[in-house]
């Protein structure tokens, strides 16, 4: 009688256990999760000089708050202090010059966990493209680098970069496989827009991937922004 009672009593314990392990992995897969999700909140913005305006950040404070007040924004103000960004970070590049080559030519080798995203470089697109998750460049660059106020005012609103922006950033946050890069940008612009109260995106805005003119071949990553003028 001992005996049918053990065979009875030794299936139940190492079911108990087994249901146990898979609640403690549950657990730990969960746990990893959050503690994955937590470090992918932070953002660094680099910017050059011809977009350094407060007006153009305003949807990403908005959005994730400054690192000082308690968010997750960092602004570099200088590629040295790119050296220093923790792991899993975003890095949103906007008209960097040259100096981000070395930056970025590190990053490749050795921190392959910094997502980064490239907006109107003034190097040449090619020398950032492999370190970049995405490029956008944009067909009337001399237009976008004039400020809002000059003579003829600029091709794109600061109200519109901001929104762009932000986009870019969810675009590496929210990183979506099925879609290709154009189909998420543009569903991040629309998303971005909605946040900051916009009815639509603005007008005459159109994405498509950049084609060597030498060899005719389209960029996998490199996307460029065309632009309507007003009329």
């Known amino acids: 009688m001992k005996t049918m009672i053990l065979f009875l009593i030794l299936p139940l ?22 503690q994955k999700q937590k470090k992918l909140e932070m953002v660094y913005v680099y910017t050059g ?26 602004l570099v ?9 923790p792991v ?11 100096r981000i080559v070395r930056p970025l030519s590190y990053f490749s080798a050795n921190r392959l966990d910094v997502r980064i995203i490239t907006l109107f470089p003034l190097v040449d697109a090619m020398e950032v493209e492999c370190f970049s998750e995405l490029v956008l460049d944009v067909s009337t660059s001399r237009d976008l680098l ?4 000059s003579v003829g005012g600029s091709l794109v609103k600061d109200t519109d970069l901001a929104v762009l922006f932000l ?16 189909e998420q940008l543009n569903r991040e612009l629309v998303i971005s827009s ?25 960029s996998r990553n490199h996307l460029v922004l065309t632009v309507a003028e007003e009329k």
């Open 13 to 34: 314990v190492f079911t108990a256990c087994g249901s146990r392990s898979d609640v403690d992995k549950t657990s730990e897969s969960a746990t990893s999760a959050v």
């Open 146 to 149: 004039e400020a809002e106020a």
């Open 88 to 98: 899993e970070s975003i890095l949103l590049l906007v008209g960097a010059d040259s």
């Open 77 to 85: 103000n200088s590629v040295t202090e790119l050296e220093n960004i």
């Open 49 to 74: 000089p011809e977009f350094n305006r407060l007006p153009l950040l305003a949807e990403l404070t908005a959005e994730y708050g400054h690192a000082e007040s308690g968010g997750s924004l960092v």
């Open 167 to 182: 986009a870019a950033v969810r675009f590496a946050k929210h990183r979506n496989w099925n879609l290709n890069r154009i």
């Open 194 to 218: 909605q946040n900051a109260g916009r009815l639509a995106l603005p007008t005459g805005w159109n994405i498509t991937r950049f084609i060597d003119p030498e060899t005719g071949i389209r």
